[in-house]
């Protein structure tokens, strides 16, 4: 190389290297403005305050977000009815009157069918089948366009892993013994049960207690073991029916999406980090508080299993009820698709493995 080639490509070089370094300064100027600069979020709760999993589990949330952002991201908690109605909080964040929620995807129905499907499927899939599909099967991309019509970004927010089938007053043996029966069960299954006679009420947590006592209501699902003794069901009704309805519940954390915009890659990192986080830690807490709790039942409660008649029956008014709400509703009809088609992919593998270790354990 030539004397001058030389030295104007190492001019050429180092003017380079001189804007790369100015670039890079600059870059590492805007991420340390952008770490310093306080945000500060608003989320309410369909849940009373620091309520057993769901409710702490926000308040671990919260705490995590401001401790990976280095404390330039707060997020405070208000529980139920203190900034907004249990459930109300889908609109008023919606609205932009607050940036964000924590709540139970089945509750929202009345907005849309369609979102009943993305909160669990009753004789569906389990919990970590459902954030399977969500994550990997197309589901998070339908939910987050379907919310996205209502300015909402939605981020799942814990599952609770299978539930138990309901509080009964009385046994039921027969079709017969469910008519007429008033009973809180909100989403697709309240939707079966109606078929099969019940009338479904729709209720949130802090009034289920009183209206169970009472004979408001007749029975009731809530949870588990763990959540539905802390509520004092055992106390109020003395059946306690195995779960078909909500093998595996989402629950969410939903921002207003022009707040969820304007917010920093590095911000919309933290909250999605630390939302799987507590997705996690909230299904194995479930898990293993539902266990002890199981033991710590009182003698008084007769654990039972709905019988062949009825779970035949709930599997018929499923079939009509996706059917007709298919033909009412076209994004029902797409979530639905999108929600069978990984069924099936799921199935096979799903039969080979775990069904079949299961049995083979048992």
């Known amino acids: 190389m030539k004397r001058r080639d030389f030295i104007t490509t190492t001019a050429i070089g180092a003017s380079s290297l001189a804007l790369l370094g100015c670039r890079r300064a600059e870059e590492n100027k805007s991420v340390a403005i952008n770490r310093g600069k306080k945000v500060k979020l608003k989320l309410a709760t369909s849940w009373p305050a620091h309520f057993p999993i769901m409710g702490t589990g926000v308040d671990t949330f919260a705490n995590r977000c401001k401790q990976l952002s280095g404390g330039s991201l707060e997020i405070q908690v208000y529980p139920k009815n203190i900034l907004v109605p249990a459930l109300q909080v889908f609109d008023t964040t919606s609205a932009a009157q ?31 089948e459902m954030i399977t599909w969500l994550k990997f099967g197309g589901g998070y991309d339908l939910w987050r366009e379907l919310y996205g019509k209502f300015n909402l970004y939605p ?44 009338n479904p ?24 073991p ?35 915009e304007k917010l920093s890659t590095e911000h919309q990192a933290i909250i999605t980090t ?16 539902n266990a002890q709790a199981l033991q710590e039942l009182p003698k008084s409660v007769q654990i039972k299993s709905f019988s062949k008649e009825i779970i035949r029956a709930a599997k018929v008014a499923l079939d009509e009820v ?41």
């Not at 009420?201 to 588990?224: C, M, N």
Request: hydrophobic content about 35%; proline content about 3%.
């Open 98 to 128: 607050i940036d964000a929620f924590h709540s139970g995807v089945y509750y929202w129905k009345g907005k849309n069918s369609a979102f009943s499907i993305f909160g669990g499927m009753p004789l569906g899939l389990t919990s970590e």
């Open 155 to 198: 981020i799942i927010g814990g599952t609770t892993g299978p539930q138990m089938g309901g509080w009964f007053k009385k046994e039921i043996q027969t079709l017969a013994d469910l008519k007429g029966l008033k009973m809180r069960i909100p989403g697709l299954g309240g939707e079966v049960m109606q078929r099969l006679g019940v």
């Open 201 to 224: 009420v729709l209720l949130p947590a802090g009034e289920i207690y009183t209206s169970l006592e009472r004979g408001t209501i007749d029975a009731t699902e809530w949870v588990g």
């Open 226 to 260: 763990y959540l539905d003794k802390m509520m004092g069901f055992d106390k109020a009704a003395s059946y306690y029916y195995t779960g078909w309805h909500e093998p595996g519940s989402i629950l969410e954390i939903t921002l207003n999406k022009t707040r969820w």
């Open 274 to 289: 630390a939302s799987e986080e507590m997705t996690g830690n909230m299904l194995q807490e479930f898990r293993y508080k």
């Open 322 to 362: 996706l059917y007709d709400e298919s033909q009412k509703n076209d994004d029902f009809k797409r979530v639905l698709q999108s929600y069978q088609t990984f069924t099936q992919l799921n199935k096979a593998w799903d039969d080979i493995s775990t069904k079949n270790f299961l049995e083979i354990r048992s």
